[in-house]
Nanobody, 123 residues
Framework: QVQLAESGGGLVQAGGSLRLSCAAS????????MGWFRQAPGKEREFVAA????????DYADSVKGRYTISRDNAKNTVYLQMNSLKPEDTASYYC????????????????WGQGTQVTVSS
């Protein structure tokens, strides 16, 4: 069992930046691949980014590639999502997820989820 808690969401203007954090507890953090997903009102949850157990491999959705960076600090049991050049279409609730396997783009393959943190990008 692992517990996840997201933080760092807020309101920013288009073109601005935010850094989301996801703190994990309950199990050995380095045993899990981590992912970020987001869900906007009226839309299905979509994949954003994922990172391997040791942080050596990453994966990004085309919509955020080049603007977002996922990273992890296993010593601090924390995964980050650096978001730059934000657009209004990035507005959503962002969720951190953990998977006891390799990276995945599919939400149903993740075992644990955080409560989410809201990101709102104004024009």
């Amino acid at each position: 069992q692992v517990q996840l808690a997201e933080s760092g969401g807020g309101l920013v203007q288009a073109g601005g930046s935010l850094r989301l954090s996801c703190a994990a507890s309950g199990r050995t953090f380095s045993s899990y691949a981590m992912g970020w997903f987001r869900q906007a009102p009226g839309k299905e949850r979509e994949f954003v980014a994922a990172i391997s157990l040791m942080g050596t491999m990453t994966d990004y959705a085309d919509s955020v590639k080049g603007r977002y960076t996922i990273s992890r600090d296993n010593a601090k049991n924390t995964v980050y999502l650096q978001m730059n050049s934000l657009k209004p279409e990035d507005t959503a609730s962002y969720y951190c997820a953990a998977r006891a396997s390799s990276r995945s783009r599919y939400s149903d393959e993740y075992n644990y989820w955080g409560q989410g943190t809201q990101v709102t990008v104004s024009s």
